[in-house]
């Protein structure tokens, strides 16, 4: 579960260290994500490291500024792969319904969310913060019921814009404060103001929302 842990701690977009330096020997060991490594590269997958192999995972460190880029296999390599993996297609494993037209995801477990038609990919993924525990958001198939651009809580005394019902009191809403803020919500889908309004822009009544996972911690 690198990736959720990732996705809880920053952005989608990882910066590891500083400008990439000059890079280095290649090392000869085979690292403990090299068939993960292999796959994404495109390489033939063996699981054992070759002078090539090597090459393509220290270019792929390099680019994007992993320390030390010695073409090592390790977690925090296969963690930004994981990464791009997500950003490239957030529903590689089929588990938001690709049969329902336009629909929400919301990856608890990742704790991010998308939108796609069918299997197309329309916006994100991006990061979200859910229910905390004893407030979890519900999981399960969803319709939004009830939109609402300029929402004041009268429970919990907070502005929520561009709130979307789905689900009794629980809505994707922008916050002022971080996403990655712990403990979570009270249950709403909190997401940064500029992909509130752009759920705002692309969602409507009646359309599906599809929550799974569970989040870490809950």
Known sequence: ???????????????IGGSAEAAPACTT???PYQK?????????????????DCKAIQDFQTGH?????????????????QEEITRRDPNAEGKCPVDKGRIACVDLTRQISWIQDGK???FGPVPVRTGRDGYETRTGAK???WRSADHWSTIYKVRMPYAQFFDGGQAFHAIDGSV??????HGCVNMRIADAKKYWSML?????????????GT
Do not use: C, H
């Not at 579960?1 to 910066?15: E, F």
């Not at 993960?36 to 070759?50: C, H, I, N, T, Y």
């Open 29 to 31: 060991r085979t690292g």
């Open 65 to 81: 500024g992993i320390t030390p880029n010695i073409g090592f296999a390790g977690p925090i390599t296969w963690g930004v792969m």
């Open 1 to 15: 579960m690198l990736l959720g842990a990732l996705g809880l701690a920053a952005p989608l977009t990882v910066a």
């Open 180 to 185: 990655w803020s712990p403990p979570g919500s």
């Open 143 to 145: 319709k939004i019921y």
């Open 204 to 216: 409507g009544n009646g359309d599906d929302v599809f929550v799974y996972g569970r989040k870490p």
């Open 120 to 122: 197309a990919l329309k």
């Open 36 to 52: 993960e490594a292999e796959k994404f590269l495109g390489r033939p997958v063996d699981g054992q490291q070759s002078p090539a």
